[in-house]
């Protein structure tokens, strides 16, 4: 089944604690992103990858990081979170960038304390 | 930033009603895109549209590319429970490779 895997779909964490939320996909694409989902607020896009070894800021890119090594993974990572980091976050992905629309997965939320 | 302006914010309305929700910009969108979010799942890709003036239809739901290239329309005809969801619009950012951005939703409830 063509998908979007990402793990952990729920993480407690505490301030300060390194963490990383991993998303996989299976379809091939060359496009990738990350949004966090804030409640009044929609869809923000925090980073996104147009191919392996390329990546690109989107309008809420700190306090993230990300990599793109392998065509099939785009892990976030969080290096140092913070509270007003707690949020819904999805990872997506696209054939062939914008026009085609992103496919995402199903989801992560974090809550950090 | 560039942003999407959806409205309404949220609908309540009964079963067998249609619906219509619109998007506007600022600024001049190529593309539109049309997603629906169930509880607990990530959004779904409903409607794309490419062309200024262009109609789309996806079973009950039928979207347009708004003629300026500032806005676009969703309509939901018959509406039935499983309607239910939060409804983004989506556009990309011209140039800018894999950067698309989204509306602040509207949130649809269907009351049997």
């Known amino acids: 089944e063509a998908q979007v895997t990402q793990n952990p779909r729920y993480l407690i964490t505490v301030t300060g604690k390194k963490l990383t939320v991993t998303c996989s996909q299976n379809?091939?694409?060359?496009?990738m992103s990350w949004y966090r989902q804030d409640p009044g607020l929609g869809l923000r896009q925090i980073y996104y990858?147009?191919?392996?070894?390329?990546?690109d800021k989107g309008d809420v890119p700190e306090g993230y990081k990300v990599s793109r090594k392998e065509k099939r993974n785009f892990p976030l990572i969080l290096e140092s979170p913070s509270p007003n980091q707690t949020s819904l976050y999805f990872c997506?992905?696209?054939?062939?960038?914008?026009?085609?629309?992103?496919?995402f997965g199903s989801g992560t939320r974090l809550t950090v304390v | 930033g560039q942003q999407l302006n959806q409205s309404p914010q949220s609908m309540f309305i009964q079963e067998g009603e249609d619906v219509s929700m619109n998007c506007t910009s600022s600024s001049i969108f190529n593309t539109w895109l049309w997603y629906k979010q169930e509880p607990g799942e990530g959004p779904v890709l409903l409607i794309a549209?490419?062309?200024?003036?262009e109609l789309t239809s996806n079973g009950r739901l039928t979207a347009q590319f708004g003629i300026t290239r500032k806005d676009s329309f969703l309509n939901i005809s018959a509406s039935i429970p499983s309607d239910v969801g939060i409804y983004f619009c989506a556009g990309p950012m011209r140039n800018q490779g894999g950067k698309l951005i989204f509306g602040q939703g509207t949130e649809l409830s269907v009351k049997p």
């Open positions: 997506a992905s696209s054939k062939g960038g914008y026009n085609y629309g992103y496919t």
């Open positions: 379809m091939n694409h060359e496009y």
């Open positions: 549209l490419y062309k200024a003036g």
């Open positions: 990858s147009m191919n392996v070894e390329v990546t």
